[in-house]
């Protein structure tokens, strides 16, 4: 049975730090992307980050740029997401999920989704 399981989040003042941990199981996810994304009350599913099998490529959405990292570790089967400077409207349940092909950005890529953590910035 796939799994992937978030954790990591909680409640945060405006300008702090969280590191998200995504624990992926199952299966063989040689080759596979890992992607972040989150989703705020009434708003579509966003793109945040991604980072490839290797972990030497990673890409961001423009709005975490700077912000945001994320980086992976194979041997743990775990991806991180490191978000610093957070500001309120960061505040989102965040998801991480698999890919084995597709454009890094598109959820619809994505075959393997974990069931989110909430992230919440307050001002």
């Known amino acids: 049975q796939v799994q992937l399981v978030e954790s990591g989040g909680g409640l945060v003042q405006a300008g702090g730090s969280l590191r998200l941990s995504c624990a992926y199981s199952g299966r063989s996810f040689s080759g596979y992307r890992m992607g972040w994304f989150r989703q705020a009350p009434g708003r579509e599913r966003e793109f945040v980050a991604a980072?490839?099998?290797?972990?030497?490529?990673?890409y961001y959405a423009d709005s975490v740029k700077g912000r945001f990292t994320t980086s992976r570790d194979n041997a743990k089967n775990s991806v991180y997401l490191q978000m610093n400077n957070l500001k309120p409207e960061d505040t989102a349940v965040y998801y991480c999920?698999?890919?084995?092909?597709?454009?890094?950005?598109?959820?619809?890529?994505?075959?393997?989704w974990g069931q989110g953590t909430q992230v919440t910035v307050s001002s």
């Open positions: 999920a698999a890919a084995i092909g597709g454009t890094y950005y598109s959820r619809s890529s994505y075959n393997y």
């Open positions: 980072v490839i099998w290797s972990g030497r490529s990673t």
